[in-house]
């Protein structure tokens, strides 16, 4: 079974230009998951999509984060503009809409470094 | 606000050794605890919690919740230098919607 797909790996841009990141759950992984990891923290949760419904963007920067997962299956993540503070690792995961939802399958990351 | 803090951030340990990691939460609606090894990449899954004095196991490590006291200890015995991570924990809280409330990690180094 191939696990969470993400794109890119690493990304380097200037504050103020954006950014999107790209992800592709679990195949019928129902829920997605966008995490920001800031180096010596855990994950904190962005926003969590229920096939392409949101269900959680209460810690969403909406003022320059957005997300979408139009088709239910892959999803992106767009900064715009970026900040110095945005420098962190971009986590998906999804879960399956079964006995195992509780358990998040990780995708590898994307690094984001804001300059 | 749900918080999870794990003790403690960091140890240094030599092959062999037996560590223990601790991990208590205060979150709304607790359902699970979770427990993800962090190598230089994704945090791949360990074993999730539900029932209090249940000891799951798998191979060297295991792992433990105390509903009544609000914490979960995960042990590694025999550690080897592949061990060494960030183990992080994660507390399961929420309705119909299952929400991760991650501790920091805890930074795990093996020495040969």
């Known amino acids: 079974e191939a696990g969470v797909a993400q794109s890119p790996r690493y990304k380097i841009i200037e504050k103020r230009q954006s950014v999107a990141f790209w992800c592709n759950p679990i195949s019928g992984h129902a829920t997605l998951y966008w995490y920001q990891q800031i180096l010596g923290q855990g994950p904190k949760l962005l926003i969590q999509f229920q096939n392409n419904g949101v269900v959680d963007d209460s810690q969403l920067p909406k003022d320059r984060f957005s997300a979408e997962r139009l088709k239910g299956v892959d999803s992106t993540l767009k900064i715009q503009p970026a900040k110095l503070e945005d420098s962190a690792v971009y986590l998906c995961?999804?879960?399956?809409?079964?006995?195992?939802?509780?358990?998040?399958?990780f995708g590898p990351g994307t690094r984001l470094l804001v300059l | 606000e749900d918080k999870v803090v794990q003790s403690p951030l960091s140890l240094v340990v030599h092959e062999g050794d037996t560590v223990t990691l601790n991990c208590s939460y205060e979150v709304t609606n607790f359902r699970s605890l979770l427990w993800y090894k962090q190598e230089k990449k994704a945090p791949t899954f360990l074993f999730m919690l539900?029932?209090?004095?249940i000891e799951k196991k798998s191979g060297r490590l295991s792992s433990i919740l105390d509903k009544k006291e609000l914490f979960s200890i995960l042990n590694i015995t025999a550690t080897q230098t592949g061990d060494s991570a960030v183990y992080l924990c994660a507390a399961n809280s929420g309705g119909s919607n299952y929400k991760l409330t991650f501790g920091k990690g805890t930074l795990l180094t093996v020495n040969p």
């Open positions: 539900t029932s209090s004095g």
């Open positions: 995961a999804s879960s399956p809409w079964d006995s195992q939802r509780e358990t998040q399958y």
